[in-house]
């Protein structure tokens, strides 16, 4: 069975769906990889090393496609990639149903079976294939280097014959996986740290890791799958103006909150923006679905009454090495486990692919809103 892994298209995108290290597992089982010219080139993947762990490398994408049975992506298929996927194929991938209908539609039509792997369900037996977690943590990570080097301070305390420097402050919102990396890689620089999260069940892993955790005399607010659940518009507000001051007092703020399948909440008027010091530093993991700082301008960074504000798109391509690697454990790892024989056995009663097949036989199985409206590389990853 052939699977293909092309190049990716996306803009600023720098990550690959498979490196080499994984194509011998793939080829261990049976099947036959072809990797599209220049596919790993900005995550340091030469088509030589695929070629070497076994792949069949290709330049032509009428070639490259032809006849796949598979298709492993990090983002969703272009509209010219639709045009090359073969009839019945099957496609994962991050997909966003909610953000790209067309695309959908597209899939549907052409009868390819697309699963996506941002809709995976967090259960113990889906834990190597989750790939929002593992590009979230990079995301996090990531956070707070961008922030460090975009605060006019340096983050630790020093003392000094011409005095001591008091340590950066740090203020984490949202305390899922890319949340909590931040706060492990914000204490590892010492910075002095507070971090919120709607769900009081967080509380320990955030105080385990050095952090004070802010504590809101407000209703829980958790969701199902370990995700925060949306807050009307009332509990939103009064939870801003009780977390004013703290956005207020930190040189850096990170804000990770996302809900899957709705707009980021926002958290940080820009009302509390200008109570910021000048010089501050807020980096929005949350962008991609709205953003949860109401300054933010998605895909872009900028500054507001002086403060700099970070809304750039897809974080962990940043860190491609890591990010590729990663993914590509994930990705191959869903993929096998739907590897029987001479087949690819997407089965609708598996509780993975029944979460995650937005497209099946000819039919949008999930709709363009709801939970298939997730977030990429930050946090419907996030929470």
């Given at each position: 069975?052939?699977?293909?892994?092309?190049?990716?298209?996306?803009n600023?995108?720098?990550?690959?769906?498979?490196?080499?290290?994984v194509?011998?597992?793939?080829k261990?089982?049976?099947?036959?990889?072809?990797?599209q010219?220049?596919?790993?080139?900005e995550?340091?993947?030469?088509?030589?090393?695929?070629q070497?762990?076994?792949?069949?490398?290709?330049?032509?994408?009428v070639?490259?496609?032809?006849?796949?049975?598979?298709?492993?992506?990090?983002?969703?298929?272009?509209?010219?990639?639709?045009?090359?996927?073969?009839?019945?194929?099957?496609?994962?991938?991050?997909?966003y149903?909610?953000?790209?209908?067309?695309?959908?539609?597209?899939?549907?039509?052409?009868?390819?079976?697309?699963?996506?792997?941002?809709?995976?369900?967090?259960?113990?037996?889906?834990?190597?294939?989750d790939a929002?977690?593992?590009?979230?943590?990079?995301?996090?990570?990531?956070?707070?280097?961008?922030g460090?080097?975009?605060?006019?301070?340096?983050?630790?305390?020093?003392m000094?014959a011409?005095?001591?420097?008091?340590?950066?402050?740090?203020?984490?919102?949202?305390?899922g996986v890319?949340?909590?990396?931040?706060?492990?890689?914000?204490?590892?620089?010492?910075?002095?740290?507070?971090?919120?999260?709607?769900?009081?069940a967080?509380?320990?892993?955030?105080?385990?890791?050095?952090?004070?955790?802010?504590?809101?005399?407000l209703?829980?607010?958790?969701?199902?799958?370990?995700?925060?659940a949306?807050?009307?518009?009332?509990?939103?507000?009064r939870q801003?103006?009780?977390?004013?001051?703290?956005?207020?007092?930190?040189?850096?703020?990170?804000?990770?909150?996302?809900?899957?399948?709705?707009?980021?909440?926002?958290?940080?008027?820009?009302?509390?923006?200008?109570?910021?010091?000048?010089?501050?530093?807020?980096?929005?993991?949350?962008?991609e679905?709205?953003?949860?700082?109401?300054?933010?301008?998605?895909?872009?960074?900028?500054?507001s009454?002086?403060?700099?504000i970070?809304?750039?798109?897809?974080?962990?391509?940043?860190?491609?090495?890591?990010?590729?690697?990663?993914?590509?454990?994930?990705?191959?790892?869903?993929?096998?486990?739907?590897?029987?024989?001479?087949?690819?056995?997407?089965d609708?009663q598996?509780?993975?692919?029944n979460?995650?097949?937005?497209?099946?036989?000819?039919?949008?199985?999930?709709?363009?809103?709801?939970?298939a409206?997730?977030?990429?590389?930050?946090?419907?990853?996030?929470?």
């Open positions: 069975m052939k699977v293909v892994i092309p190049k990716e298209t996306a600023g995108e720098r990550r690959v769906a498979v490196v080499p290290d194509v011998p597992k793939l261990a089982a049976g099947l036959e990889v072809w990797v010219a220049g596919a790993g080139l995550s340091h993947h030469d088509d030589s090393a695929y070497e762990a076994g792949a069949t490398v290709s330049s032509d994408p070639e490259l496609f032809k006849d796949a049975k598979a298709v492993l992506k990090v983002q969703p298929p272009t509209l010219n990639e639709l045009k090359l996927i073969p009839p019945n194929a099957l496609l994962i991938s991050f997909l149903p909610g953000r790209n209908p067309e695309i959908v539609a597209g899939l549907a039509i052409g009868h390819v079976t697309a699963l996506a792997l941002e809709l995976l369900p967090r259960i113990s037996r889906a834990q190597t294939m929002l977690s593992s590009q979230a943590s990079l995301a996090g990570y990531k956070a707070v280097i961008m460090a080097e975009r605060l006019d301070k340096i983050i630790p305390m020093q000094t011409a005095g001591t420097l008091a340590p950066a402050r740090v203020f984490v919102m949202g305390a890319a949340g909590l990396q931040a706060i492990a890689t914000a204490r590892r620089l010492g910075a002095i740290i507070e971090a919120f999260d709607v769900r009081s967080v509380k320990d892993e955030i105080e385990s890791l050095g952090a004070k955790f802010i504590s809101i005399p209703e829980s607010a958790e969701g199902s799958g370990g995700y925060a949306e807050q009307s518009e009332d509990y939103l507000r801003r103006e009780l977390l004013s001051e703290r956005v207020a007092a930190a040189d850096i703020v990170i804000t990770t909150a996302s809900v899957p399948g709705r707009k980021a909440p926002v958290l940080v008027t820009k009302e509390m923006v200008s109570r910021m010091r000048a010089g501050s530093v807020i980096i929005d993991l949350a962008s679905s709205g953003g949860n700082c109401e300054a933010t301008v998605p895909g872009e960074e900028t500054v009454s002086g403060v700099k970070v809304g750039v798109f897809d974080v962990p391509s940043s860190v491609s090495v890591h990010a590729s690697q990663t993914y590509s454990r994930n990705v191959s790892n869903f993929l096998l486990a739907l590897t029987k024989g001479e087949e690819f056995q997407v609708l598996d509780e993975l692919v979460a995650s097949c937005v497209t099946h036989s000819g039919e949008v199985r999930l709709g363009f809103g709801g939970a409206n997730g977030t990429n590389s930050s946090e419907g990853n996030q929470q």
